[in-house]
């Protein structure tokens, strides 16, 4: 049994199997319901044969795929890599417990453990606290994608202009927003929605460069987000890696959610 590009007939089908259990698959879920099987940078690959028409779901946006499983069918990893050497993407996304079983046999990728969590506060009507939160111009979308890229864990498998390309897509399309704190003449702090629908948000892209950190940029950033967007009645969602990161966003109102993983593709030596 192999993995089949599915076709647009099945959209509804896909979405229904998402929509048990959006949490974990946000980024496949809300860019099938954003832009559609007819989009060029998004496919959706499906596993499944018999009663079980869909078993395993891959999603590939641009250059990174998501895997998704909700059944008590067993996980058919050998098929998941087949798939994967096949597309050959630059980050492979899922559940922790489907990336460990695909994870030996990728040695060119580095995993990454971390949570997918759902903030639960309720939206603030008060005043705004005085601050230097700005919604980012696109003249600085490349300075935002360099300023992202630095951190190897954040943004390492992208290169710049790539990564510039795909936030002035988001914006530009009302998938996302970014925002940004300027000191000495350029961006010290980032934060962004990476994918949004009318009725849920996934932020990411949170940095604070380095020299400006330990002041409560990103803490000023990611609560004006969550501000925004719970006013604007959306559920907001995140994934964090480290510990740090963890204790800031439960402190932001952020609960700790499933166990997420991702592995993210080694560069290239040459000898």
């Known amino acids: 049994m192999s993995f089949r590009r599915a076709e647009k007939a099945e959209e509804q089908a896909v979405l ?43 999603t590939k946006y641009y250059n990174g795929l998501t895997l998704y499983h909700n059944t008590e069918v067993p996980f058919h990893a050998k098929d998941a890599l087949t798939l994967i050497h096949s597309l050959a993407p630059s980050m492979i996304n899922g559940r922790t417990d489907l990336i460990k079983a695909i994870e030996p046999y990728l040695r060119s990728y580095k995993r990454e453990d971390g949570f997918v969590t759902e903030w639960k506060r309720e939206p603030s009507q008060g005043v705004r606290e005085e601050n230097a939160i700005l919604r980012a111009g696109e003249e600085e979308f490349l300075e935002i994608a360099k300023l992202i890229c630095s951190d190897e864990g954040l943004g390492g498998h992208y290169e710049p202009e790539e990564l510039k390309a795909q936030l002035l897509e988001r914006r530009r399309e009302g998938f996302g927003r970014n925002y940004i704190i300027k000191e000495d003449e350029r961006i010290v702090c980032h934060g962004a929605t990476y994918a949004e629908i009318p009725e849920a948000a996934v932020i990411s892209g949170i940095i604070t460069r380095e020299g400006y950190r330990g002041r409560g940029l990103a803490y000023g950033v990611v609560n004006e987000l969550c501000r925004d967007l719970g006013n604007e009645g959306k559920k907001v969602f995140l994934f964090y890696y480290t510990e740090e990161a963890g204790r800031l966003y439960h402190k932001l109102g952020f609960e700790k959610g499933a166990l997420w993983s991702k592995l993210v593709k080694l560069p290239c030596v040459v000898m």
């Open 16 to 58: 229904s199997y998402f929509e048990k259990d959006m949490k974990n698959c946000l980024y496949s879920y809300i860019d099938l319901k954003k832009y559609g099987m007819d989009n060029e940078n998004l496919s959706i690959y499906i596993n499944g044969s018999g009663e079980e028409e869909i078993q395993t779901l891959a």
